[in-house]
């Protein structure tokens, strides 16, 4: 069975920074793309981020170019996010997901962790 | 960027009866090399991540019932509940995945009448 397991989400002050993680299983981690999707207290689904199988390539929304950074250990079947300069607007549960097997980084998810909350507030 | 919107923002609907929820994307999403939709339906309900409904904006994941369909083409597309059931209430996202940053439609509710 797969299994997403987001953990690391909390309170931090605007301008912190917080190191999610995600912890996968019953799949080969390294055969897929994984993105970070993230949603705002009662709002849609904001895409954040993509890295490929190998993590020689990665994706950003323009909203958090420059402040966060997506990447993987494979040996240890992980994926991050590091969230530097935080802001009041980032504020969301964050949610991995896999991606597809292949090539290209357009992905749809077929699956998806139960979400991690991140809240920027003074 | 792609922008999607869908149509209407919230729907109630009697049991058994038909939903049909519209999405729109800026532009097309169909690849012409391969003639697919890059285009994906999901599912929340409230407290639960979003589980993946459609995909190719016609094909249907593995254990999604077969009430649910989806159609369209190039940047205008639906997602039909053919007879609705209780356990469909939920919010429903499309998303296009033919370009980063993928992004979704903001979302539309569907409530029992």
């Known amino acids: 069975e797969v299994q997403l397991v987001e953990s690391g989400g909390g309170l931090v002050q605007p301008g912190g920074s917080l190191r999610l993680s995600c912890a996968a299983s019953?799949?080969?981690?390294?055969?897929?793309?994984m993105s970070w999707v993230r949603q705002a207290p009662g709002k849609g689904l904001e895409w954040v981020a993509n890295?490929?199988?190998?993590?020689?390539?990665?994706h950003y929304v323009d909203s958090v170019k420059g402040r966060f950074t997506i990447s993987r250990d494979n040996a240890k079947n992980s994926l991050y996010l590091q969230m530097n300069s935080l802001r009041a607007d980032d504020t969301a549960v964050y949610y991995c997901a896999r991606g597809l097997p292949w090539e290209l980084p357009n992905q749809y998810f077929h699956h998806w962790g139960q979400g991690t909350l991140v809240t920027v507030s003074s | 960027d792609f922008v999607m919107t869908q149509s209407p923002d919230s729907l109630a609907v009697s049991l058994g009866e038909r939903a049909t929820i519209n999405c729109k994307s800026s532009?097309?999403?169909?690849?012409?090399?391969?003639?697919?939709?890059?285009l994906a339906w999901y599912q929340q309900k409230p407290g639960q991540p979003p589980k993946l409904l459609i995909y190719?904006?016609?094909t249907r994941e593995s254990g999604v019932p077969d009430r649910f369909s989806g159609s369209g083409s190039g940047t205008d597309f639906t997602l039909t509940i053919s007879s609705l059931q209780a356990e469909d209430v939920a919010v429903y996202y499309c998303q296009q995945y033919y370009s980063t940053p993928f992004t979704f439609g903001p979302g539309t509710k569907v409530d029992i009448k």
């Open positions: 890295i490929k199988q190998d993590g020689s390539e990665k």
């Open positions: 532009q097309s999403v169909l690849y012409i090399s391969n003639n697919k939709n890059y």
């Open positions: 019953g799949f080969t981690f390294s055969s897929y793309w």
């Open positions: 190719w904006a016609s």
